[in-house]
């Protein structure tokens, strides 16, 4: 992607200052979190794919907090010194936030609507947000309570170990998919989705999931499009990094590799196929009018 010269967002807090949170028998990895979570769970986990984010906003934290070990956060407030490359990352992130305002403040006010950004938490090893504790190993996520997304940067560094998957669109790509998750909660669709999986089954539950998910590909996608016709940002390859990672964290590539198997009626994210296909929609087309994905029938997604 081409980036220089472009402005960074205000709206990034760096709290890897802050302590951490004490686990109790260590943590989970992001693969094997995917591959036990167990069915009963009612917390929303809203992410992009293995980027399991945590939106617990009505229902509370215990049950992902439980299951993680997670205790109080102890705050040491000290001065973070980061390497070269999470400097890097860090300016790349503030970079990719302020080009999601760019676009998505146009795109609303297009639709009669103000856009208001989110926030963007840079932080290390565990973090403590609107909607619960977290660690590093829940991966970057969307809190709707607060309206924030958190990362941690060590999350980039292990797509490309664990996943094979690495770019600067490939990172770019999972930021914009939880700011996609934003725009769905600004639009209401978030909240509307959360209220009917509330009262769904748990197999309905999944498929509501899957269409959240799904249409915060296509934002992502769109977000690229429009980026690029603003800041002509795009590079060959880029599009092609994207689509890779949104192949390599389809619920049935993961399950596979996991376990060496799918159970189809688990799936909460998409497969690899529908995650491509959407991501690639938005990235081709950039037409807001092609977003729904909650009124087609579900294996037409």
């Known amino acids: ?13 760096d709290r890897r200052g802050e302590g951490g949170m004490n686990m109790a028998g260590g943590g989970l990895g992001l693969l094997r979190l995917l591959s036990i979570l167990p069915g009963g769970i ?14 617990m906003a009505t229902q509370g934290t215990s049950g992902l907090s439980n299951m993680l070990g997670l205790s109080t956060p102890q705050q040491e407030n000290a001065e973070y010194v980061g390497t070269a490359e999470e400097q890097e990352l860090y300016k790349f992130s503030a970079q990719i936030l302020a080009g999601t305002e760019d676009v998505w403040t146009e795109l609303f006010r297009q639709m009669g609507k103000r856009y208001v950004p989110p926030k963007l938490v840079i932080f290390k090893d565990a973090v403590r947000s609107g909607c619960g504790n977290a660690t590093s190993s829940t991966g970057p996520f969307y809190c709707s309570a607060d309206q ?22 490939a990172y770019a790509y999972v930021i914009a998919h939880e700011v996609g998750h934003h725009v769905q909660y600004l639009l209401g669709d978030l909240d509307r989705m959360h209220e009917q999986m509330a009262s769904s089954s748990e197999a309905e539950s999944n498929r509501l999931s899957v269409r959240l998910e799904l249409q915060a590909d296509f934002y992502a996608g769109v977000w690229a499009y429009h980026d690029n016709k603003m800041f002509s940002s795009l590079e060959d ?11 390599k964290i389809g619920d049935d590539y993961l399950q596979k ?5 799918t159970v189809p009626e688990s799936f909460n994210h998409g497969t690899s196929e529908q995650r491509s296909r959407w991501l690639k929609l938005g990235a081709h087309t950039g037409d807001l009018s092609r977003r729904d994905t909650f009124t087609p029938a579900y294996d037409k997604l």
């Open 42 to 55: 009612k917390t929303k986990l809203i992410g992009i794919g293995v980027v399991i984010a945590v939106v």
């Open 257 to 261: 590799k996991a376990r060496g198997y």
């Open 148 to 169: 924030t997304v958190y990362i941690d940067l060590s999350f980039f560094m292990n797509m490309k170990r664990q996943l094979g998957a690495d770019g600067d669109f």
């Open 237 to 247: 390859g880029d599009i092609d990094e994207g689509l890779d990672v949104a192949r």
């Open 1 to 13: 992607m081409r980036l220089d010269g472009r402005r960074m967002s205000d709206n990034v807090n």
